[in-house]
């Protein structure tokens, strides 16, 4: 369980870092992910309604450091010059997700016209800079009246969500034309559910299960109509996949492996794209609920055909049975005697392990189950942190070096012929990192947490360096200027 991560020399040229040997067919993309919960902030302006997260962050010992979302990096403010520090970076793309409880405040189809306009404003700006914008509709952050109503435990949600698709779509489908339904459909359910780390804070099993089949049939039941009401659109989904190694060769520990697979992996892949849960699944759902929240016809309408499967990755697991440790609240439903244990090696500002190999890993995995889907990496990065220099510069080279080998192991994939389209590095800014609050740093963009100054980092001129190699001479974007001294506020 070792990992090798090629490491930078003080005298290497960070900008540069090994981009010469990064080569991508023509047409990749290359992008930047983000989400409006982390970055907005103003939520009790434009008539946003107040959602599940605004209710969590109240809850004492909910988030680590005790912060909010409030304010966050004041991005519903400031979009037109963070999208000129955007344009200067230079990615093909960039994936907003919308606020539906700015969209629809108590999740009942009253619809706030003062966000619909925002958000149009925030994709024309993208398209005035040459951005393609890349559009999710949920990433975690359901209307809390939607959320007294049962929230993703009621089969209602299902169809108040397609309502806030098509009517997201019906305004801005004309100029967006890919659309992410779901964020990591696993961490609604199985955080926000089951171990209750995440909003709405519930713990139990039975409710996890639940709520884990209604997103996915709410998912099914959206492409269904978005592809209906524009077939011009492209509709996908982004899944975190994590690969689940067992600690030892022993039987128990990789009967804890597969276990732990099923519920964060297999449970939410395969009834997608191969139209039905699997006989484990079935029998994971029938221990822990009584299975009527499932209906004739379910299956196939989870299983409509999506254009896209967006990969999101970040880490491996090395999973031990161990029932001394017996944990009747954790997220992974039916692994309450499964640990995960480290494997030594080096770690992320987040304690996330670093094994660059399992994004190939994942990858080469749907390649070969699922051979006809179109991938993106839709999300992938690391949290480090480092303080601004007295010359105003902010030199991550971990960053650099993380992203290096990340779009190594893309490449890699690639040449062994998976269907790779693109890759969208997580994240375009630091912002406010849910349940760990303040206390994570993921940006290619340094903001200051007092005074909300922003400044490139030096991976946002690797980011932009490796574009442009990238990028035929006809559409080459103009060079990025360095002004690391010049910080934006």
Known sequence: MTNTVERLSGTQNLANHRIEELVFPAGFVFGLSSSCNQTEGAVTQGGKGVSIWDTFTQKPGAIVDGSTQERAIDHYNRFDSDFDMLAAIGPDTYRPSIAWSRVDPLGDGVWNEEALTYY?????????IGVDPWVTLYHWDMPQALQDR????????????????????????????????????????????GSGKHAPGITSPTSALRAAHHVLLAHGNATKAMKAARPDNEVGIALVLTPIDAASTSSKDLDAARRADLVINRFFIEPILTGGYADDAVALIQRYTDASHIQPGDAELIATPIDFLGVNYYFREYAKWDPSHWNAVTPNIGCEDVVMVKSGAPQTLSGWEIDHHGLYDALMRVHHLYPAIPIYITEAGASFDYEVAPDGAVHDINRVEYLANQFAMAQHAVRSGVNLRGFCVWTFMDNWEWAAGWTQR????????????????????????????????????????????????
Request: proline share 5%.
């Open 150 to 193: 049962g929230g993703w435990e009621s089969r209602e949600t299902v169809q108040r969500f397609t309502d806030y698709a098509l009517k997201v779509q019906d305004r801005l489908g004309d100029r967006v034309k890919r659309w992410t339904t779901f964020e990591e459909p696993s961490c609604v359910a199985l955080f926000g559910y």
């Open 442 to 489: 993921f940006g290619l963009v340094h903001v200051d947490r007092d005074s909300l100054e922003r400044r490139y980092k030096d991976s946002a001129y690797w980011f932009g360096n490796l574009i442009r190699h990238n990028t035929p001479a006809e559409r080459q974007k103009p060079e990025m200027v360095p002004t690391a001294t010049q910080a934006v506020p």
């Open 120 to 128: 149009s404003d925030v994709i024309d700006k993208l398209i005035a």
